[in-house]
């Protein structure tokens, strides 16, 4: 704050701010559910490449790849 006078110089105490972390329990459940959108994504292809068809089996690995996309950024 910008102020005049005999304490305008004068520091203000700060206080630092806390890192803010995220519990283990939530790293936990984001890491059971990319581990369950893998393995989804991998028997989605391998049952749409079985049944014949090849675009499907694409398309579910191009989403399953911008969802691992999307969780890196």
Known sequence: MVG???G?????QVEP???VRTSHDINWVVAFLMITVLIAG???VVLA???GLPN???VIA???GAVFAGQLC
């Open 17 to 19: 701010s806390h890192a």
């Open 42 to 44: 991998i028997a989605g």
């Open 8 to 12: 305008a110089m004068v520091p203000q």
């Open 4 to 6: 005049f006078g005999e």
């Open 56 to 58: 499907v089996a694409i």
């Open 49 to 51: 490449l079985s049944s």
């Open 62 to 64: 191009l989403v399953t």
